[in-house]
């Protein structure tokens, strides 16, 4: 089946400008999490989604950084006033969750690859 | 949130076992352990998770000290499609993972 799809691939845009980035979860899959992927780290939690509302957004880094989920599927993850800092692979996750189990897989997509100028 | 310690590099011959280590001293009782892996240029894949018992399925293998402060996976014949860097992961109650720098895997041909 069709796993977790990410748009766009890439991104190049100048600093100062304002971004969408698109991930497409796993159908049936009530938790979707944001990552970003700076080189040479591991993969950096952003902001989870239970259905529609953010459970979890501790891991946005500032309020430049907004993501929404309005119809428990599709997620846009949103950057304001973009900087070179915020150049990096940004990563989505779906999982089916079976919340609190701690056995649920997360399933990742391909990422976008931001780069700000 | 528990952490886990791993080394930053390991490398192996191919078509030979490898064993990744992990300690995570400060695991808790509900605490599952989970191993997902990142190839070159892709998102992290699941690998394999375990509680207290040696778990198999067709990627690898599972081996968990008895006190559970430590666990190895083990790919039992390494090709070089298994270069990658691997994480040792325990989520949280919201199934959040907090993944460190991981183990970057070399596979020798």
């Known amino acids: 089946g069709a796993g977790v799809s990410q748009t766009p691939s890439n991104k190049v845009t100048e600093k100062g400008k304002y971004v969408e980035l698109r991930c497409d979860p796993i159908s049936g899959h009530t938790a979707l999490y944001w990552y970003r992927q700076s080189l040479g780290q591991g993969p950096e939690f952003l902001i989870y989604?239970?259905?529609?509302?953010?459970?979890?957004d501790s891991g946005l880094p500032n309020d430049r950084f907004f993501a929404v989920r309005p119809e428990g599927s599709v997620s846009t993850l949103k950057i304001q006033r973009t900087e070179r800092g915020d150049s990096a692979v940004y990563l989505c996750a779906s999982s089916f969750q079976s919340r609190g189990a701690r056995t649920d897989t997360q399933y990742f997509g391909p990422g976008t690859r931001l780069t700000v100028l | 949130d528990a952490k886990t310690t791993q080394p930053n590099s390991m490398e192996s011959n191919e078509e030979e076992p490898v064993h990744l280590p992990c300690n995570h001293s400060?695991?808790?009782?509900?605490?599952?352990i989970h191993w997902y892996r990142q190839l070159p240029s892709q998102g992290p894949e699941y690998v394999i998770h375990g509680l207290t018992s040696n778990v198999n399925n067709r990627m690898a293998s599972l081996a968990i000290a008895e006190d559970r402060k430590s666990s190895t996976l083990i790919l039992h014949r390494a090709t070089l499609r298994d270069a990658a860097v691997y994480y040792c992961?325990?989520?949280?109650?919201?199934?959040?993972?907090?993944f460190g720098k991981g183990t970057r895997l070399h596979i020798l041909p």
């Open positions: 400060t695991i808790s009782g509900t605490d599952y």
């Open positions: 989604f239970q259905g529609t509302g953010a459970a979890d």
């Open positions: 992961i325990l989520p949280n109650r919201d199934d959040k993972i907090i």
